[in-house]
T-cell receptor
Framework: GIQVEQSPPDLILQEGANSTLRCNFSDSVNNLQWFHQNPWGQLINLFYIPSGTKQNGRLSATTVATERYSLLYISSSQTTDSGVYFCAGHSGGYNKLIFGAGTRLAVHP | NAGVTQTPKFQVLKTGQSMTLQCAQDMNHNSMYWYRQDPGMGLRLIYYSASEGTTDKGEVPNGYNVSRLNKREFSLRLESAAPSQTSVYFC?????????????FGQGTRLTVV
């Protein structure tokens, strides 16, 4: 079955809007991470967040490990936030890193 | 601090040719991974290596071989390239013993098989 599931698959925002991206993960997955893949294809680490809440500027993330979900919040979105956001977690210990299908975000001016 | 370095960045192969994608990390990580990303899709795990001397198949291993040459280096080999292997390939590494297992990625190799 699906081990890491992201929603929504696509999101279109006006500059300045806020958004919440969700990642659900199965019991066998842990050590959640969030990545941003920019339009040039680079994968940029946003958060390593196995549990709790972290903030970095306009971005913050919360993982509730007991309920098997993580949320990524983007506030006051900018056009440079466009791209694909992936969550990923380790499955079967530290051996496999499994990705969700991603949320494709487009921020328009 | 270079992190994860992949070579080459771009490659065009003819069907049936072979090549090796190189990956090296300088973070002293135990685990290393190879992924492929097809247009508009997520990352699919090809092979991973939990430690020096061990390798295991991921989700899409067919048509590929890997070598964990030492702790730093993890190479991916295409013995007989096929057009279906046209993709962007990413290498990653993470800690797996004691430290936080945060994964870091290389810049990717864009491979076209004609």
């Amino acid at each position: 079955g699906i081990q890491v599931e992201q929603s929504p698959p696509d999101l279109i925002l006006q500059e300045g809007a806020n958004s919440t991206l969700r990642c659900n993960f199965s019991d066998s997955v842990n050590n959640l991470q969030w990545f941003h893949q920019n339009p040039w294809g680079q994968l940029i680490n946003l958060f390593y967040i196995p549990s709790g809440t972290k903030q970095n500027g306009r971005l913050s993330a919360t993982t509730v490990a007991t309920e098997r979900y993580s949320l990524l919040y983007i506030s006051s979105s900018q056009t440079t936030d466009s791209g694909v956001y992936f969550c990923a977690g380790h499955s079967g210990g530290y051996n496999k890193l499994i990705f969700g299908a991603g949320t494709r975000l487009a921020v328009h001016p | 601090n270079a992190g994860v370095t992949q070579t080459p960045k771009f490659q065009v192969l003819k069907t049936g040719q072979s090549m090796t994608l190189q990956c090296a990390q300088d973070m002293n990580h135990n685990s290393m991974y190879w992924y492929r990303q097809d247009p508009g899709m997520g990352l699919r795990l090809i092979y991973y290596s939990a430690s020096e001397g061990t390798t295991d198949k991921g989700e899409v291993p067919n048509g590929y071989n890997v070598s964990r040459l030492n702790k730093r280096e993890f190479s991916l080999r295409l013995e007989s390239a096929a057009p279906s292997q046209t993709s962007v390939y990413f290498c990653a590494s993470s800690e797996s013993e004691g430290g936080e297992p945060e994964a870091f990625f290389g810049q990717g190799t864009r491979l076209t098989v004609v």
